[in-house]
């Protein structure tokens, strides 16, 4: 365990989908005392009558999960993760504000672009840190996760000299607990690099209803992949974030092969009716584009499909 200098005692995981729960279990299994908040009623049902499994990279199982509805609890806590959807972010935050003190710090580790924008209209800062998960977690049922692979070092970063510093320190606990993660000073660009990708693939995966691989298998899919990442980047460099394209296409490439057998999470969100986090991906891009005066008709008609499927 990662010597505990800096406040590591009361963690919460707000969320436990995939993502929260795959950072829960690997931290409760690192022997810290973690506890997860869920809105879900069936979920809450399921983890305390089964327990919390993970399986793939590493063999978990949790029998002793703590899990409660938003709202049971008002200590300050030390660290906070929001592992929920980027549009039921603010709700969460909001829900989680006594739990919130001066010394508390909140990670956001949503996909997508102008996240942390959101956490801030209600905490400082200097507490928030801002994450880009790399890895693919699916939740196969209640407390039961899968995460067969990671792709790279997770990756964290602040806005803020404090936070910065409270960053490196959780990514050495997380590498610790077995989630391999870094720190980085300036984490835009990764969250750049990390969005457009997904921008790309998991919009074409959801609409095509098939596994991620399907993308390779077809030139002009592929090719389409490739004009829509090159489009968001345009967006990117306008915004000031510059991107190696080469590498770009490359990680873009790569994660195809690895995840040849993958559903994205926007796919299972249109297969299971759910929203998806297209206002938060596509739609970023094409709201930004409008500041800088940049036409993104890809994304635009990406947008609208989704949005169609998800009216379905």
Same mark, same amino acid.
């Given at each position: ?12 995981? +707000?969320?436990? =989908? ?44 949790? $029998? ?41 710090? +909140? ?6 672009? =102008? ?18 998960? !790399? ?42 607990? =077995?989630?391999?993660?870094?720190? +980085? ?6 969250? !750049? ?46 915004? =000031?974030?510059?991107? $190696? ?33 297209? $206002? ?17 008709? *890809? ?9 169609? *499927?998800?009216?379905?």
């Amino acid at each position: 365990m990662f010597k505990n200098t800096i406040g590591f005692d009361k963690i919460c995981i +707000v969320g436990m =989908g995939a993502i929260g729960s795959a950072f829960g279990g690997f931290l409760s299994n690192a022997g810290y005392k973690v506890t997860f908040i869920e809105r879900n009623e069936n979920i809450i049902k399921q983890v305390e009558e089964n327990g919390l499994s993970i399986s793939g990279v590493k063999e978990i199982y949790l $029998d002793n999960v703590t899990i409660v509805p938003p709202g049971n609890i008002t200590q300050k806590q030390d660290l906070i993760l929001f592992a929920v959807k980027a549009y039921s972010l603010e709700e969460a935050v909001k829900s989680a504000l006594p739990m919130i003190g001066k010394n508390t710090y +909140v990670v956001c580790l949503q996909n997508g672009l =102008g996240i942390s924008e959101i956490i801030n209209k209600y905490v400082s800062k200097e507490q928030i840190i801002e994450g880009v998960v !790399w890895f693919p977690a699916t939740m196969v049922k209640p407390g039961y996760i899968e995460l067969l692979t990671f792709y790279e070092e997770s990756i964290l970063g602040g806005n803020s000299l404090r936070s910065q510093e409270y960053a490196k320190k959780l990514a050495l606990l997380l590498t610790s607990a =077995g989630i391999p993660t870094k720190a +980085v000073d300036n984490i835009t660009p990764e969250i !750049w690099r990390k969005a457009i990708p997904i921008i790309a693939a998991n919009s074409i995966n959801a609409i095509t209803r098939t596994k991620l691989g399907i993308i390779s298998e077809i030139p002009e899919l592929k090719q389409s992949l490739f004009a829509v990442a090159q489009e968001s980047l345009k967006i990117a460099r306008a915004e =000031g974030i510059e991107l $190696d394209e080469k590498y770009l296409r490359k990680s873009m490439h790569n994660a195809l092969e690895k995840g040849n057998e993958h559903k994205t999470s926007m796919l299972l969100d249109i297969i299971n009716k759910r929203k998806t986090e297209v $206002d938060f991906l596509n739609g970023k891009i094409i709201q930004l584009g409008k500041k800088h005066n940049i036409e993104t008709p *890809l994304n635009l008609l990406i947008y609208g499909v989704i949005k169609a *499927l998800e009216g379905r």
